[in-house]
C-alpha cells in the first residue's frame, strides 16, 4: 500500500471517528490495513544473557586508532561486552581528558560518522564517557546482577531516551552482570557461532537440540568419576560450515569442505582459545562441548579456579590447555573456498601446488615461452608444459620470482609422476631440458576428459610404434622428486614442517644451520636463557616462493602445532620481524628436554607479565602453518614531490617505500629500536598551558621505541627544500602538517630540542602499515621528550598546533605527529605568506589572526566539523575553501572550536558579516543567511592548487551558489560582524472624527473606525 493511499485511509477513519455512533475498531486486522514489512525496524540481538565476570582480574585491550594498550577490570562494561564473546573496536582520542576508552565498533556493526553508532546503558542509564570519566566503558565498576546494554542505531537525538534508542536499533547486546565464582550459577546463556555463516545458540535452544535426537547427546566420564555431559563439537560445527546447508538432515557436517581441512577456535570468555583442525574433530564424539556435570549445570569455576559454565570442552580426546571453559564462541577459520578447478601437488627440496589458472595462463599459454606442442602416431597435437620447468618450482630453494630448472642436481636424481592410484619413475638425467616429456592439458586444442586433467606426453612415454606407452601417466596429481625430500628422522633426532604458500620440512641438522645467521636470544624470567630462530624467519620461509625473502605485507595466521596437535595461532602482523617470538632448540645451552622438546616457541610475545611462560608457549612443536591468506597488504610507500615557483608544477618526483629505505637507500637509520621518544599530552591546566618548567603533568599523548629515515634525507631525493620554504607532510586522509625549513635543516638550537625530523616506519618492534603507517617523530637529546615548550621554541607562532578543550586552547605538540604519512611536497622557492583577520570584538566576541599555515591545516582537519567545501561556477572552474560560518564561528563569542563554535541563537539575531579586501572594498552580509551551509566559502583554492601569488584572486576569494556579482570579492584581507543597530520608529496618528486612538497593553497604537463611517478617508500620522 503506497503512503498516499495510506494517508487518505487514516483521514477516512479518523473523519469517520467523528461521526456519532460509528465505533472504530480496535482490531487491527478488523480495518484491513496492510502495512509493509520495510517500516518494520528488526534487530539483531547479538547476545541476550548473563556474563560471568572475575572480580580483582583484568584484561589487556588496544586502542585501535592509536595502537596503545590499556589494563581494563573485568567487572566494567567492557568487561562484560568481552565476557559475552565479541570482537570490539575502541579509540582513545578523549583518554587525555576523561581516561575514557570510546567504543566505536563491536563485530561487523561499526561506527559511521553522522550515522549509525552504538549507545551503552548499565542498568538503564545511558553511559559515554566523552568528557565524562562517570561515563566511562572501561571504569564503571559493576555489581552483580548489573544489566549492560548495547545498542546500534542512528538517527538518535536524545540518547538518554532509551525507548526510542530500542526503537531505532538494528542491533543489540544484552548482558547482566554475574560477578564472583561463589555466588549462584548465572541461568541463560547465548553461543555464538562464526563460520561460512554467523548464527547464535541460546541455552534454550542447545537443550532443545540435545533432546531431540540420540545423536545429538555425548557424555565422558573423566579420571575422577564425573560425567560430563552435552553436544559434539563437529554437530555445532555443522551449523556454520557451509552456506546453504548442504544435506538432507536438519544440520548437516560437511565432509568434502572438511576434508580440504579448516580451523575451529574455541574461544571462552576472557579470550582463551583451543585451535583444532577441523579433520581432528570431524565426527569425533571425543570432544563435547558440555553443558552439565554429573547431571547438573555446570559451575562458575571448578575447584580450580578456572571458569567453567556456561559450557566446557571436555571429552577422551581433550587435554590439559585444551579443555576450555567459560565458552562464548566457536569461530571457523581457513574455510576453504569453492574449488575453482583442480591443482598438481609438486614435491621435492621444498612443495608447492599449481593451480589450473597458474598452469593454463602463466605456464601453458602460448606466449609463456614455456608452451609445447607434439603430435602423436594419429596425428593429434598434444599440448602443455615440458616437465623439467616444473620440476624447477621444487628442485632447489628459490632466490627470485621465477623458477630455474637446476641442471647439476636433475644428473642424479628420479623423478615420480602419480596418478591417484598409479606412478611412474623417470630419470632426472634424460628429463632435464628436454621436450620430449610434457605434461600436457589439452590434445587438439580441447581440454583433457578422459585422461585429464593432465597426462604426460611425448617422445619420451611413446612406444616404437609412435603409440603412447603405459608410461604415459594419465590423471596424474603429484609429481615427485624423492631423493630431495627430507627423510624421516632417526630416533632421537626430529623433523619441523613448515607449510604455506609453499611447504618445506627442516631436518635437525637444518635448522642448526640456519641458527650460525638467524640465532636469538630470550630471558625469562626465572633467567633462564633460551635460544633458537625467530619464528618471522620460518614463517618468512613458505609464505610465498622465495624462502629467502620474508613478505612483510602478506596477511595470514600463524599456527604453531605441537606433536599432540596442542595448536595456538598467532597474526603475522605480530609476529612480523619481531624477535619476541623465537622457536628455541636450547635453554641454557642444552638441547630441550621433557614436554619442550624439541622445540619450543618462547619470548616476551608468549610470555606473562612477569616473564614466565604462558599457555600460548607451544612446546613438542611438529609444524608451523600458516592459513588464512588475505590480500596482500601492500608495502607502505611514500611520494615525494618537488614543485617548481608557481607551487603547481613538478620539477621531480619519486616514491619510495619502508623497505629501500631501510635497506638500500644507504640513508642513517635513526632511531635504535629501543629509546623511546615522546610528544608531551596537554597540560590539563588551564593557568599553565605551556609548561615552561617541563615537568610535564599531562604525561605524553605519544611515546614509542622508533626507527626511521631523516626526512632532510627524502628531501634530497627531489634536490631539497628551497631556503626558507615549508614542507607539506600529506596523510592518506588527505590531513596535512606544515613545517618551516628550519625543522628539516636544522641549527644547534632546534636540534637540541627537536632532533631530527624523521620519517618512522617502524615502532615497538612492528613494520608499517601495522602501527600507524609512516609518522612522523623528532628525535630530541636529553629525556627525548618533545614537550610544549620545546614547539613554543623551536617554531614560528603560525606552526603551533592546539586542542581545544572546556574553552581552553591548549598547546598540543603531538598534533604535529602526523601518522600514515603518504605524500611529502617540498617547494623551489617560498610562497608569498598572508593573515586573514577575524575580528568579532562589535557582537562580543573575539579577535583572531588566521595565518595561511593555520588556515591550511585546518582544511584538512578531519575531527569536528567539515571544515572543507567545494564549488564549481559557472565557468566550470573549481573552488576550495573553507565555509564562511566556520571562520565566524571562531570569533562570535568565546566558543572557538567545539561542535557549537557557531552561535546559531546569535546570528539568527541578526549581525552583519563584513568582508573587506586588500584596497578597502567589502561585502556586507547578513548573518541569518550563512548558518552552517555552503553557500558562501572563502576560497583559497583554484582548480584543485592553491591560488598563486600572481593571480588577481590571491590569496583568498568569496565564492558559492549564492554569491552574486554585487557580492563577489577577492584579495581578502579581513572578516569583521558588526552589530544591527535598527532605529526604532514612533508612530503618532492625528485626531480624526473617522477613527477612534487607542494603544495596546503593549503601547501600540491602535486606530479604531467609529459606527458610519464608509467610503475612501484619508489619515495623518507623524513619525
Same mark, same amino acid.
Given at each position: 500500500?503506497?503512503?498516499?493511499?495510506?494517508? +487518505?485511509?487514516?483521514?477516512?477513519?479518523?473523519?469517520?471517528?467523528?461521526?456519532?455512533? #460509528?465505533?472504530?475498531?480496535?482490531?487491527?486486522?478488523?480495518?484491513?490495513?496492510?502495512?509493509?514489512?520495510?517500516? &518494520?525496524?528488526?534487530?539483531?540481538?547479538?547476545?541476550?544473557?548473563?556474563?560471568?565476570?572475575?572480580?580483582?582480574?583484568?584484561?589487556?585491550?588496544?586502542?585501535?586508532?592509536?595502537?596503545?594498550?590499556?589494563?581494563? /577490570? *573485568?567487572?566494567?562494561?567492557?568487561?562484560?561486552?568481552?565476557?559475552?564473546? #565479541?570482537?570490539?573496536?575502541?579509540?582513545?582520542?578523549?583518554?587525555?581528558?576523561?581516561?575514557?576508552?570510546?567504543?566505536? /565498533?563491536?563485530?561487523?556493526?561499526?561506527?559511521?560518522?553522522?550515522?549509525?553508532?552504538?549507545?551503552?546503558?548499565?542498568?538503564?542509564?545511558?553511559?559515554?564517557?566523552?568528557?565524562?570519566?562517570?561515563?566511562?566503558?572501561?571504569?564503571?565498576?559493576?555489581?552483580?546482577?548489573?544489566?549492560?546494554?548495547?545498542?546500534?542505531?542512528?538517527?538518535?537525538?536524545?540518547?538518554?531516551?532509551?525507548?526510542?534508542?530500542?526503537?531505532?536499533?538494528?542491533?543489540?547486546?544484552?548482558?547482566?552482570?554475574?560477578?564472583?565464582?561463589?555466588?549462584?550459577?548465572?541461568?541463560?546463556?547465548?553461543?555464538?557461532?562464526?563460520?561460512?555463516?554467523?548464527?547464535?545458540?541460546?541455552?534454550?535452544?542447545?537443550?532443545?537440540?540435545?533432546?531431540?535426537?540420540?545423536?545429538?547427546?555425548?557424555?565422558?566420564?573423566?579420571?575422577?568419576?564425573?560425567?560430563?555431559?552435552?553436544?559434539?563439537?563437529?554437530?555445532?560445527?555443522?551449523? &556454520?560450515?557451509?552456506?546453504?546447508?548442504?544435506?538432507?538432515?536438519?544440520?548437516?557436517?560437511?565432509?568434502?569442505?572438511?576434508?580440504?581441512?579448516?580451523?575451529?577456535?574455541?574461544?571462552?570468555?576472557?579470550?582463551?582459545?583451543?585451535?583444532?583442525?577441523?579433520?581432528?574433530?570431524?565426527?569425533?564424539?571425543?570432544?563435547?562441548?558440555?553443558?552439565?556435570?554429573?547431571?547438573?549445570?555446570?559451575?562458575?569455576?571448578?575447584?580450580?579456579?578456572?571458569?567453567?559454565?556456561?559450557?566446557?570442552?571436555?571429552?577422551?580426546?581433550? #587435554?590439559?590447555?585444551?579443555?576450555?571453559?567459560? =565458552?562464548?564462541?566457536?569461530?571457523?577459520?581457513?574455510?576453504?573456498?569453492?574449488?575453482?578447478?583442480?591443482?598438481?601437488?609438486?614435491?621435492?627440496?621444498?612443495?608447492?601446488?599449481?593451480?589450473?589458472?597458474?598452469?593454463?595462463?602463466?605456464?601453458?599459454?602460448?606466449?609463456?615461452?614455456?608452451?609445447?606442442?607434439?603430435?602423436?602416431?594419429?596425428?593429434?597435437?598434444?599440448?602443455?608444459?615440458?616437465?623439467?620447468?616444473?620440476?624447477?618450482?621444487?628442485?632447489?630453494?628459490?632466490?627470485?620470482?621465477?623458477?630455474?630448472? *637446476?641442471?647439476?642436481?636433475?644428473?642424479?636424481?628420479?623423478?615420480?609422476?602419480?596418478?591417484?592410484?598409479?606412478?611412474?619413475?623417470?630419470?632426472?638425467?634424460?628429463?632435464?631440458?628436454?621436450?620430449?616429456?610434457? =605434461?600436457?592439458?589439452?590434445?587438439?586444442?580441447?581440454?583433457?576428459?578422459?585422461?585429464?586433467?593432465?597426462?604426460?606426453?611425448?617422445?619420451? &612415454?611413446?612406444?616404437?610404434d609412435g603409440s603412447l606407452s603405459g608410461a604415459s601417466v594419465g590423471n596424474i596429481v603429484k609429481i615427485e622428486i624423492p631423493e630431495l625430500q627430507t627423510l624421516e628422522p632417526a630416533d632421537g633426532s626430529w623433523n619441523l614442517t613448515l607449510t604455506g604458500k609453499i611447504s618445506d620440512v627442516f631436518s635437525q641438522a637444518e635448522f642448526e644451520d640456519a641458527l650460525t645467521c638467524h640465532s636469538k636470544e630470550w630471558t625469562d624470567g626465572e633467567n633462564n636463557v633460551w635460544s633458537g630462530i625467530p619464528l618471522w624467519y620460518l614463517t618468512g620461509w613458505v609464505d610465498d616462493r622465495q624462502p629467502h625473502k620474508?613478505?612483510?605485507?602478506? /596477511?595470514?595466521? &600463524?599456527?604453531?602445532?605441537?606433536?599432540?596437535?596442542?595448536?595456538?595461532?598467532?597474526?603475522?602482523?605480530?609476529?612480523?620481524?619481531?624477535?619476541?617470538?623465537?622457536?628455541?632448540?636450547?635453554?641454557?645451552?642444552?638441547?630441550?628436554?621433557?614436554?619442550?622438546?624439541?622445540?619450543?616457541?618462547?619470548?616476551?610475545?608468549?610470555?606473562?607479565?612477569?616473564?614466565?611462560?604462558?599457555?600460548?608457549?607451544?612446546?613438542?612443536?611438529?609444524?608451523?602453518?600458516?592459513?588464512?591468506?588475505?590480500?596482500?597488504?601492500?608495502?607502505?610507500?611514500?611520494?615525494?614531490?618537488?614543485?617548481?615557483?608557481?607551487?603547481?608544477?613538478?620539477?621531480?618526483?619519486?616514491?619510495?617505500?619502508?623497505?629501500?629505505?631501510?635497506?638500500?637507500?644507504?640513508?642513517?637509520?635513526?632511531?635504535?629500536?629501543?629509546?623511546?621518544?615522546?610528544?608531551?599530552? +596537554?597540560? !590539563?591546566?588551564?593557568?599553565?598551558?605551556?609548561?615552561?618548567?617541563?615537568?610535564?603533568?599531562?604525561?605524553?599523548?605519544?611515546?614509542?621505541?622508533?626507527?626511521?629515515?631523516?626526512?632532510?634525507?627524502?628531501?634530497?631525493?627531489?634536490?631539497?627544500?628551497?631556503?626558507?620554504?615549508?614542507?607539506?607532510?600529506?596523510?592518506?586522509?588527505?590531513?596535512?602538517?606544515?613545517?618551516?625549513?628550519?625543522?628539516?635543516?636544522?641549527?644547534?638550537?632546534?636540534?637540541?630540542?627537536?632532533?631530527?625530523?624523521?620519517?618512522?616506519?617502524?615502532?615497538?618492534?612492528?613494520?608499517?602499515?601495522?602501527?600507524?603507517?609512516?609518522?612522523?617523530?623528532?628525535?630530541?637529546?636529553?629525556?627525548?621528550?618533545?614537550?610544549?615548550?620545546?614547539?613554543?621554541?623551536?617554531?614560528?607562532?603560525?606552526?603551533?598546533?592546539?586542542?581545544?578543550?572546556?574553552?581552553?586552547?591548549?598547546?598540543?605538540?603531538?598534533?604535529?605527529?602526523?601518522?600514515?604519512?603518504?605524500?611529502?611536497?617540498?617547494?623551489?622557492?617560498?610562497?608569498?605568506?598572508?593573515?586573514?583577520?577575524?575580528?568579532?570584538?562589535?557582537?562580543?566576541?573575539?579577535?583572531?589572526?588566521?595565518?595561511?599555515?593555520?588556515?591550511?591545516?585546518?582544511?584538512?582537519?578531519?575531527?569536528?566539523?567539515?571544515?572543507?567545501?567545494?564549488?564549481?561556477?559557472?565557468?566550470?572552474?573549481?573552488?576550495?575553501?573553507?565555509?564562511?560560518?566556520?571562520?565566524?564561528?571562531?570569533?562570535?563569542?568565546?566558543?572557538?572550536?567545539?561542535?557549537?563554535?557557531?552561535?546559531?541563537?546569535?546570528?539568527?539575531?541578526?549581525?552583519?558579516?563584513?568582508?573587506?579586501?586588500?584596497?578597502?572594498?567589502?561585502?556586507?552580509?547578513?548573518?541569518?543567511?550563512?548558518?552552517? /551551509?555552503?553557500?558562501?566559502?572563502?576560497?583559497?583554492?583554484?582548480?584543485?592548487?592553491?591560488?598563486?601569488?600572481?593571480?588577481? *584572486?590571491?590569496?583568498?576569494?568569496?565564492?558559492?551558489?549564492?554569491?552574486?556579482?554585487?557580492?563577489? =570579492?577577492?584579495?581578502?584581507?579581513?572578516?569583521?560582524?558588526?552589530?544591527?543597530?535598527?532605529?526604532?520608529?514612533?508612530?503618532?496618528?492625528?485626531?480624526?472624527?473617522?477613527?477612534?486612538?487607542?494603544?495596546?497593553?503593549?503601547?501600540?497604537?491602535?486606530?479604531?473606525? !467609529?459606527?458610519?463611517?464608509?467610503?475612501?478617508?484619508?489619515?495623518?500620522?507623524?513619525?
Amino acid at each position: 500500500m503506497s503512503k498516499r493511499v495510506l494517508a +487518505i485511509l487514516t483521514t477516512t477513519l479518523f473523519l469517520l471517528a467523528m461521526i456519532p455512533g #460509528f465505533v472504530l475498531a480496535a482490531d487491527v486486522d478488523a480495518v484491513g490495513v496492510e502495512l509493509s514489512t520495510e517500516s &518494520v525496524m528488526t534487530t539483531d540481538v547479538l547476545y541476550d544473557g548473563e556474563v560471568a565476570l572475575t572480580p580483582d582480574e583484568t584484561f589487556e585491550v588496544t586502542a585501535y586508532n592509536s595502537d596503545a594498550v590499556y589494563t581494563v /577490570n *573485568n567487572t566494567t562494561p567492557l568487561g562484560a561486552l568481552r565476557a559475552a564473546g #565479541f570482537t570490539y573496536d575502541v579509540t582513545d582520542k578523549n583518554y587525555g581528558t576523561s581516561s575514557a576508552l570510546l567504543l566505536d /565498533n563491536i563485530g561487523n556493526y561499526t561506527y559511521v560518522k553522522g550515522g549509525s553508532k552504538w549507545y551503552a546503558y548499565v542498568n538503564d542509564i545511558y553511559k559515554d564517557g566523552y568528557n565524562n570519566t562517570a561515563g566511562a566503558l572501561n571504569l564503571i565498576e559493576l555489581g552483580d546482577g548489573d544489566r549492560v546494554e548495547f545498542y546500534y542505531a542512528a538517527g538518535i537525538s536524545d540518547a538518554t531516551d532509551l525507548d526510542a534508542v530500542k526503537a531505532a536499533a538494528t542491533a543489540a547486546v544484552k548482558t547482566v552482570a554475574s560477578i564472583g565464582g561463589a555466588g549462584p550459577v548465572p541461568t541463560e546463556w547465548t553461543l555464538q557461532l562464526s563460520g561460512a555463516k554467523d548464527t547464535k545458540v541460546t541455552k534454550a535452544y542447545f537443550e532443545n537440540g540435545l533432546a531431540c535426537s540420540s545423536t545429538h547427546k555425548v557424555s565422558w566420564t573423566d579420571d575422577e568419576g564425573n560425567v560430563w555431559e552435552g553436544m559434539p563439537l563437529w554437530l555445532l560445527v555443522a551449523m &556454520v560450515d557451509d552456506d546453504p546447508d548442504v544435506g538432507d538432515k536438519h544440520y548437516n557436517f560437511n565432509d568434502e569442505l572438511n576434508a580440504q581441512k579448516y580451523q575451529v577456535n574455541v574461544i571462552a570468555g576472557d579470550g582463551w582459545k583451543a585451535t583444532f583442525d577441523s579433520t581432528e574433530i570431524a565426527r569425533n564424539n571425543g570432544f563435547i562441548v558440555a553443558n552439565t556435570l554429573n547431571g547438573e549445570p555446570l559451575p562458575q569455576q571448578l575447584d580450580s579456579g578456572k571458569g567453567s559454565w556456561p559450557l566446557h570442552l571436555k571429552g577422551s580426546e581433550v #587435554f590439559s590447555g585444551r579443555q576450555v571453559g567459560n =565458552i562464548v564462541r566457536i569461530e571457523l577459520s581457513n574455510l576453504p573456498e569453492p574449488s575453482e578447478g583442480w591443482t598438481l601437488e609438486m614435491s621435492g627440496e621444498v612443495g608447492d601446488t599449481i593451480t589450473q589458472e597458474e598452469f593454463e595462463d602463466g605456464l601453458a599459454c602460448t606466449g609463456s615461452g614455456h608452451y609445447k606442442e607434439w603430435t602423436d602416431k594419429d596425428g593429434n597435437v598434444w599440448s602443455g608444459v615440458p616437465l623439467w620447468v616444473l620440476l624447477g618450482a621444487v628442485d632447489d630453494i628459490e632466490s627470485s620470482s621465477h623458477w630455474t630448472f *637446476n641442471d647439476t642436481l636433475a644428473a642424479d636424481y628420479t623423478v615420480k609422476v602419480s596418478a591417484a592410484d598409479y606412478s611412474k619413475t623417470f630419470n632426472g638425467a634424460d628429463i632435464a631440458r628436454s621436450n620430449n616429456y610434457i =605434461i600436457a592439458n589439452k590434445c587438439n586444442g580441447i581440454s583433457l576428459t578422459d585422461s585429464g586433467p593432465l597426462r604426460l606426453v611425448g617422445d619420451g &612415454v611413446t612406444r616404437d610404434d609412435g603409440s603412447l606407452s603405459g608410461a604415459s601417466v594419465g590423471n596424474i596429481v603429484k609429481i615427485e622428486i624423492p631423493e630431495l625430500q627430507t627423510l624421516e628422522p632417526a630416533d632421537g633426532s626430529w623433523n619441523l614442517t613448515l607449510t604455506g604458500k609453499i611447504s618445506d620440512v627442516f631436518s635437525q641438522a637444518e635448522f642448526e644451520d640456519a641458527l650460525t645467521c638467524h640465532s636469538k636470544e630470550w630471558t625469562d624470567g626465572e633467567n633462564n636463557v633460551w635460544s633458537g630462530i625467530p619464528l618471522w624467519y620460518l614463517t618468512g620461509w613458505v609464505d610465498d616462493r622465495q624462502p629467502h625473502k620474508y613478505n612483510a605485507s602478506a /596477511n595470514y595466521t &600463524v599456527l604453531v602445532k605441537a606433536g599432540d596437535d596442542y595448536t595456538k595461532d598467532f597474526a603475522s602482523t605480530d609476529v612480523a620481524r619481531s624477535n619476541d617470538y623465537i622457536v628455541a632448540n636450547k635453554c641454557n645451552g642444552e638441547p630441550l628436554t621433557g614436554k619442550s622438546w624439541p622445540l619450543r616457541l618462547v619470548g616476551a610475545g608468549v610470555a606473562r607479565d612477569d616473564g614466565s611462560l604462558s599457555g600460548t608457549s607451544v612446546g613438542n612443536i611438529a609444524e608451523i602453518e600458516l592459513t588464512s591468506f588475505e590480500a596482500a597488504l601492500p608495502v607502505s610507500e611514500v611520494r615525494i614531490i618537488k614543485y617548481d615557483e608557481d607551487h603547481t608544477t613538478i620539477l621531480k618526483e619519486v616514491t619510495v617505500d619502508y623497505l629501500w629505505m631501510e635497506r638500500d637507500s644507504g640513508f642513517d637509520v635513526i632511531g635504535d629500536g629501543e629509546t623511546v621518544y615522546k610528544f608531551e599530552g +596537554i597540560t !590539563n591546566n588551564p593557568d599553565d598551558v605551556w609548561d615552561a618548567d617541563e615537568t610535564y603533568p599531562g604525561g605524553f599523548k605519544i611515546q614509542n621505541a622508533v626507527k626511521g629515515t631523516r626526512i632532510r634525507d627524502l628531501c634530497e631525493l627531489v634536490g631539497g627544500m628551497g631556503a626558507g620554504t615549508e614542507i607539506e607532510l600529506v596523510a592518506k586522509d588527505g590531513y596535512k602538517t606544515i613545517l618551516p625549513y628550519s625543522s628539516i635543516y636544522t641549527d644547534p638550537s632546534v636540534q637540541a630540542r627537536q632532533g631530527d625530523a624523521i620519517l618512522a616506519w617502524w615502532s615497538d618492534g612492528e613494520y608499517v602499515p601495522h602501527y600507524n603507517g609512516m609518522r612522523l617523530f623528532f628525535t630530541p637529546e636529553g629525556d627525548n621528550v618533545y614537550g610544549q615548550w620545546d614547539m613554543h621554541e623551536t617554531l614560528p607562532e603560525k606552526y603551533w598546533h592546539y586542542y581545544y578543550g572546556d574553552g581552553v586552547r591548549y598547546p598540543s605538540c603531538a598534533g604535529l605527529s602526523t601518522k600514515h604519512i603518504t605524500e611529502i611536497r617540498v617547494y623551489s622557492v617560498p610562497q608569498g605568506d598572508w593573515i586573514l583577520e577575524l575580528d568579532g570584538q562589535d557582537i562580543g566576541g573575539l579577535h583572531y589572526d588566521v595565518s595561511k599555515t593555520y588556515f591550511e591545516s585546518a582544511l584538512s582537519c578531519q575531527f569536528g566539523a567539515n571544515h572543507q567545501a567545494s564549488y564549481t561556477d559557472s565557468k566550470e572552474r573549481f573552488w576550495e575553501g573553507m565555509p564562511l560560518w566556520l571562520l565566524v564561528g571562531f570569533v562570535d563569542d568565546a566558543d572557538q572550536h567545539s561542535n557549537d563554535a557557531f552561535n546559531h541563537e546569535l546570528a539568527m539575531a541578526g549581525y552583519q558579516v563584513v568582508i573587506t579586501a586588500a584596497d578597502g572594498h567589502s561585502v556586507t552580509i547578513d548573518s541569518t543567511g550563512i548558518d552552517r /551551509n555552503s553557500d558562501y566559502i572563502i576560497a583559497n583554492s583554484l582548480n584543485g592548487a592553491l591560488i598563486p601569488e600572481s593571480d588577481s *584572486n590571491w590569496p583568498l576569494r568569496l565564492v558559492g551558489p549564492n554569491v552574486s556579482g554585487k557580492d563577489s =570579492i577577492s584579495q581578502i584581507v579581513s572578516i569583521k560582524l558588526l552589530g544591527s543597530d535598527k532605529p526604532q520608529y514612533n508612530v503618532i496618528p492625528a485626531d480624526d472624527v473617522v477613527y477612534s486612538i487607542g494603544a495596546t497593553e503593549d503601547g501600540v497604537k491602535t486606530m479604531t473606525v !467609529n459606527a458610519g463611517q464608509s467610503g475612501f478617508k484619508y489619515f495623518t500620522v507623524s513619525i
